[in-house]
């Protein structure tokens, strides 16, 4: 989705900003620009398509001159994909460019107002009128033209401004969007994202909602919404820029997959100290817990699916009911939430517009609001009465695969501190639990290097046109990544069942050489699983069997088998996910996919 960049310093800075853009290209977007003020004015210069095209159009930015500019990255939704709704925006004697990600809901309104005082309009975009609100408030106070400008604006807005009367200096407002400032020395910085920051620098300062700030290539001052100046805490970002680059792998998927076992080692090895899992971040214990009656987790995508798992270990563990809610089905309903009900949101970026909203609507019914989130500082951490971070280092590609599984693992902690707390486990399961947990990286690393065939594997099913995937209790919530993973990087169609729900309509879909992968990692539920493998073989289809490591028994009836290793039922999804996605990616490659920026997905849903 959408994305801005700032730079202000004593070097030019349009190559600085197309390089903080490329490091926003995973994000998703159909067009870029930039704006640059120095001794010409603004100048500017955008276009529809990649940024590489902005890159050549500006001549690696030697066309234009200046030492302050803004970028963006830009993801279509209030008009189409073309060069004049592309950002930055100019007003009509290019004094003024801005660069905006978010919508301005009152912007129809905005814009009638804006007609009557003569201001014509260039694009179909909302953020149009931010940019004639400057230019209609401005008597030459920069500052005062902001600050009366954001007054007016409804809606979601992290902006970017130049003045063309005050070069060198940039305006950056955050409202319901992400925005980070960058300190540098002699040079300062703004992105929605630290991985455009983090090459120039890891000193950081998280601007809150509300909050704008004026920098120069000298100073940073953050005001609040009445222009009162604010202190703003420094925070220095914990991963270098390496982590977010490729490293000689082909993709950043292939990456990501691959750094698994130490991302899930960063989430817990910190938890578990003097066999007790400690959770800092989460002020509340048996006295909070007992109160809680209902867990509602609430999430989108993947980050829904891991909720998913937790469902089964908080049950199993708390014998707390655990309802499972998709965040943009829940904003809309009239849930039966309360003072008693813990509400646990999950979202790798942080930044999920649904999600943000359910949180929101449970918030003001009374719910006490955990969330378990990657990107530091982010909206959903912020609105949270509780963070739980799942420290996985900047995810690039659209695609999770680390975000998904540190969010398990993190469940997984929540999971067993609560039951230790609530007292549903005897001390001799917990310390077996935490022995598990412990031996997590450990074994999804195992689980990578069981399966060094997978590509071979992939390359004989690369072709099918649709793929099921079949699961019983969590095999089946694993069945759904699984599922999801595979269609959003190779486009083949695939679908989910919970194996029992066969036989009551989607059998009816199970033809010769149809591809149905069938997880089977639970012991008690493995005969059940094979009486369903051997109904879709009965009517034609390959099986492509997930079963224990020394399970030999899957081998009669399927014709491929990915083996996943020992590990504690409970905990079995973490080490059964990594081969699923490494049959996504191959499949993908094989078929000649953009594994990183599959088609007309965004890394980060910011809107509805
Ligand atoms: O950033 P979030 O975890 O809130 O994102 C939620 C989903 O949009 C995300 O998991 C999406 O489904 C991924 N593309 C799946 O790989």
Redesign the pocket.
Known sequence: MCGIVGFTGNRNASSVLLDGLKKLEYRGYDSAGIAVSGEQGIQMDKTCGAINKLVEKTNDGATLEGKAGIGHTRWATHGAPTDENAHPHLNKDESFAIVHNGIIENYSQLREELREFGYEFQSETDTEVIVHLLDHYYTGDFRIAVMKTIARLEGSYALGVLCAEHPGEIYAVRENAPLILGVGVEENYFASDVTALVANTKNVIYLEDGQFAHITADDISVFNAVGSQVEANITRIAWDIEAAEKGGYDHFMLKEIIEQPNAIKATIEPRIQNDEIVLDDLAFGANELKKINKIVIT?????YYAGCQGKYIIEELCKIPVEMDLASELRYRNPLIDENTLLIAV???GE?AD?IAAMKECKARGATVLSIVNVVGSTIAKLSDYVIYTWAGPEIA???TK?YTTQVATIDLLAVYMAKQLETISDERYVELIHSIRQMPALVQRSIDLNTNIHEVAKQYAQKDSIFFIGRYSDYAVSLEGS??LK?ISYIHSEAYPAGELKHGTIALIEDERLVIALACHERLFDKMMSNIKEVKARGACVLGVALEDNREIFKEADHVIAVPNIDPLFVPIAEIIPLQLFSYYVALENGCDIDKPKN?AK??TVE
């Open positions: 999430a989108c995508g993947s980050a979202s790798q970026s999920t999600t659209v695609a999770t975000g999801l993973k959003e997905l980060s849903v």
